[in-house]
Structure formats: structure tokens, C-alpha cells
């Protein structure tokens, strides 16, 4: 009867279903891939059945960099026994039929009711913004640590779902990396679980290991038992004692039959002949060749990592909600020809005082905000995101006069202070500058399309600088 009830309430119409006042797409294998249709619907129903499927639609709406996309409630249909922790850790629970659609409706409440409390700020590095990422997906879901699952679809034989679906195949190694900067910060605590060992030269765990000959790195070599016959003190391999026609050894030196082990003879270890240069040793070298780039390296050479288990930290529990404070940036130091932002805050501070002054001066605050730069930074690598920034101030420079001043807020926003121009000359400049390093990304880039938001104002005479560049730079993130 409660089915009933529940069935009555339940429209199904071109995938899109509505109850209550909720509104859900079902996701099936014909569906589009293009997951940028599904932004408004409150939640997904994605039918598992196709596992490949299933996985790319997951690894789609996770890995967005965008809150209605990466936090978005996604509940299976059709999920038989899936223990696949990929999928098991990124959606939000299983149904059997739509009846049960009803009772999804909690926790979707509960996410979005949590999602409103998140802290949106611009991230001031590539860390912070995966990281907060990852932050606010644990807190949306009462998450409290971080588990790593045995997986073979990673280069470094295990994952940790809710970090490693940001990357791509073969990247795993930076998973570790930021779980380090994470536990450095003090946001995760460790507790030991493993340890893995990967390439010294592209950090890839899938190695093969093997015995070696120390004279010409061969693997072709074969062991045998060294045989020491007591009466005559005689040392060899046991093949010099062996025979064609039974299995009784003889000794090559004295020709008695050997009887008892232990008692007229022993095994005192092994001997290890080359097959390809004919050396004979004991000790062999033990390497490890690298699947992924062929590199061959002894095995004390190798990397070895703790995988551990972690917990949030206090402080990584509140930074959902506060936002992860680091003070690693320092960029706007080492750029030339930028001030950092202490010292743009207190020349503004002049600047506001000198327009008060005289009614005839005016100045003008100019942000550019890269809303997806970061995808450019993952691709590219993270020692390459100052010459890009460089790059892009050396476009403004260009653009403006020598008077004029730049600040590197973060890695993606810069802000510039233009003087005694109109606003309406100024907002000219700005969309010639933001054509050029579109036009300078795409060209240099692989055509990736930057997305440039830009804000121009006069400076206020009324608010603080601070607060005005603060509320621009807010305003500019939400929008984009
Ligand atoms: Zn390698
Ligand atoms: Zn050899
Ligand atoms: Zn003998």
C-alpha cells in the first residue's frame, strides 16, 4: 500500500524523474557521456549495469571542478554486487527499483543542506584546490577518512577513490604526493597500512622483479645446490655428483657414494651459474624493470612509500568549512615586474587617498580570474605555472603604462591598479589583453580554452580597498 502511494507521486517522463520536490535524471548506457546536461537536476539515477559505463559517468561528475557537478547525490540502479571500491566510494547508495526513490530523498536533502555551508573561495595553489575538493566531498557525505583499496586499474596498485578519481591513469603517484602536502599541513593524520615500492624514474608500481647475474645483468641463470662431501673436503655443485643411470650421488674426487645429509656431507648453500657469460657466484643482484618506462633498477634504489590510512584532523574536519589556510604561495615575490599582495593592499591604500584628494584623478582596480586554469596546471605540471603566470604579466605589462601596478593574488587571479584612465578605455584594454592570452594559451597549449572572468571599477572612495578587491574577486568566483 505505502508502494502504491509512493508510485502515484512518482512522473517519469524522457529520463526525467519528479517526486516530492526533486527532480532526478536516470542515466542509462545509451545516455550522452556529455554530463554538462545534467547540471540542474537535484540527483542522478545511473544505471550500473554496464560497469565501463558506470565507471566513466563517476569518474565525470567526480572529477569536475565544479560543486554542482563533483558533489552531485548519484545513486545506482541495477548494481549487482559491485565490489568495485571505485564505485562503491563515489556514489551515494544503490536502489533496486525506482519505488525506492522516496527514500533517497533524506540524504539528498542532507548533502544539499551541507553543500550550502561549504566555504567557496579561489584556491592559492593546485593542492588547495583538489584538496578542498576532497574536503568538502567528506564533509558532505560524514566522511572521516581516507582508506586505500588494493586496485588494479592504478600504476601504484592502490587508490584512494575519493583523491584518485581527480587524476588520470598513470598519474597515481601524485595521489601520494598530495596526501604528503595534506598530512604537512596537518589536515590527515597516518596510520600505517603498507608499503609499496615504485620506479625511481616515472614512479610506476607495476615492476618486474628479478634474480640477476652480477657480471652481465642476464636473468638467464640457473641455481643449484652446493654439495660439501666430508671425507675429502670436497666443494661443488651437486650436478658434479650426479649420474646418468640411478640417483645415487658420487663424489667427482674421491668416487665414494654419499649416504646420509648431515652426516657425510651438507648443502652449505647455493651456486649460481650464467647462462649467458658462463660466470659462476652466489650472491645474484636483484632488479626491477619498470613496465611502464622499461627502466631497469637495483632494488635499493627504488622509491618506497607508506600507504597509510587516514584520518581528518581537526583542523582538516572545519576546512570545508573554513577553507584550507596555507601560506605556501609566494609567487607574486618571484615574478617580475608584480608587487605581492601586502604591498599592492598598502599602495592602493595611497592611491585611494590621492583620488580623494582631487576630484580630477581617478583609478581604476582591474581582476582577472582563470577559472580553469588548474586544469591547465595539472596538465602542464606545476613547475611550469610560473613562467605561464610570467607570461600572462608580461601580456598586461604590455598593455598598460609603466605607472600602473600588478599583483599575483594566486595562481589564478591577478589584479592590476590602473591609473587616470577612463573606465570605459579601461575596460577596452582589459578585453584586448584577456583576447591575447586566450589566443596565447590556446596557440601554445594543445587549443585548451582558458576561461578569463574579468572585473573593471573605479576604485572606491568610500569602502577599503580590501573589502572592495575582496568582494570583486567573490563575485567573479561565484560567477564563473
Ligand atoms: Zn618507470
Ligand atoms: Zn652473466
Ligand atoms: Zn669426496
Not at 519528479?18 to 545511473?46: C, H, P, R, T, V
Not at 554542482?68 to 527499483?97: A, H, M, Q, T
Not at 567557496?120 to 584546490?129: F, L, M, R, T, W
Not at 584538496?131 to 587508490?159: C, E, H, Q, W
Request: net charge negative; hydrophobic share 40%.
Amino acid at each position: 500500500m505505502i508502494n502504491k502511494i509512493a508510485k502515484d507521486k512518482i512522473e517519469f517522463k524522457d529520463n526525467v524523474i519528479s517526486f516530492f520536490n526533486k527532480s532526478f535524471y536516470f542515466i542509462e548506457s545509451s545516455s550522452s557521456l556529455m554530463i554538462d546536461q545534467y547540471e540542474d537536476y537535484d540527483a542522478i539515477i545511473l544505471d550500473a549495469r554496464d560497469f565501463d559505463f558506470t565507471r566513466i559517468i563517476i569518474k565525470k561528475f567526480r572529477s569536475h571542478s565544479k560543486i554542482e557537478f563533483y558533489l552531485k547525490p548519484i545513486f545506482l540502479i541495477n548494481n549487482r554486487d559491485n565490489e568495485d571500491p571505485f564505485i562503491k566510494e563515489l556514489v551515494d547508495g544503490s536502489i533496486v527499483s525506482f519505488d525506492q526513490i522516496p527514500e533517497t530523498i533524506n540524504d539528498i536533502n542532507q548533502i544539499q543542506m551541507r553543500i550550502t555551508q561549504l566555504e567557496q573561495s579561489v584556491a592559492s595553489s593546485i593542492e588547495i584546490q583538489i584538496f578542498k575538493k576532497v574536503l568538502n566531498y567528506m564533509f558532505t557525505r560524514s566522511v572521516n577518512n581516507l582508506k586505500p583499496y588494493a586496485d588494479m586499474n592504478t600504476s601504484i596498485g592502490y587508490s584512494y577513490p575519493i583523491i584518485s578519481v581527480n587524476y588520470d591513469t598513470f598519474e597515481d603517484a601524485k595521489v601520494l604526493e598530495i596526501l604528503e602536502w595534506a598530512e604537512k599541513e596537518n589536515l590527515i593524520w597516518p596510520d600505517f597500512h603498507d608499503r609499496i615500492y615504485l620506479c625511481s624514474n616515472c614512479k610506476g608500481g607495476h615492476l618486474s622483479y628479478r634474480e640477476i647475474c652480477p657480471n652481465c645483468n642476464s636473468a638467464n641463470m640457473r641455481s643449484e645446490d652446493l654439495v660439501h662431501h666430508f671425507p675429502c673436503g670436497y666443494i661443488g655443485a651437486i650436478s658434479d655428483f650426479k649420474n646418468n643411470i640411478d640417483t645415487v650421488l658420487n663424489c667427482p674426487k674421491c668416487s665414494k657414494n654419499l649416504r646420509h645429509i648431515g652426516v657425510d656431507y651438507d648443502k652449505p648453500s647455493i651456486i649460481n651459474h650464467c647462462q649467458n657469460c658462463n660466470e659462476v657466484f652466489q650472491d645474484y643482484t636483484v632488479k626491477a624493470k619498470c613496465i611502464q618506462c622499461a627502466t631497469d633498477t637495483d632494488v635499493q634504489f627504488l622509491i618506497s612509500k607508506n600507504i597509510n590510512v587516514y584520518k581528518l584532523t581537526k583542523k582538516g574536519r572545519t576546512s570545508a568549512l573554513s577553507g584550507i589556510v596555507s601560506s605556501e604561495f609566494t609567487l607574486s615575490d618571484e615574478v617580475v615586474g608584480t608587487v605581492n599582495t601586502k604591498i599592492f593592499a598598502t599602495m592602493m591604500h595611497y592611491e585611494q587617498e590621492r583620488i580623494k584628494s582631487n576630484i580630477n584623478l581617478s583609478s581604476n582596480i582591474v581582476v582577472f580570474y582563470f577559472s580553469n586554469i588548474f586544469d591547465l596546471y595539472r596538465a602542464i605540471g606545476r613547475s611550469k605555472e610560473k613562467s605561464l603566470l610570467s607570461e600572462f604579466v608580461s601580456v598586461i605589462r604590455s598593455n598598460i603604462t609603466p605607472a600602473d601596478f600588478i599583483c599575483i593574488n594566486n595562481p589564478s587571479v591577478i589584479s592590476v591598479c590602473i591609473n587616470d584612465e577612463t573606465i570605459e578605455n579601461v575596460k577596452i584594454m582589459v578585453m584586448k589583453i584577456t583576447d591575447i592570452i586566450e589566443e596565447l594559451v590556446m596557440n601554445n597549449f594543445d587549443r585548451f580554452q582558458l576561461e578569463i572572468s574579468t572585473h573593471a571599477a573605479p576604485i572606491s572612495k568610500q569602502i577599503s580597498f580590501e573589502k572592495q578587491i575582496q568582494n570583486i574577486i567573490k563575485d567573479l568566483v561565484e560567477q564563473a
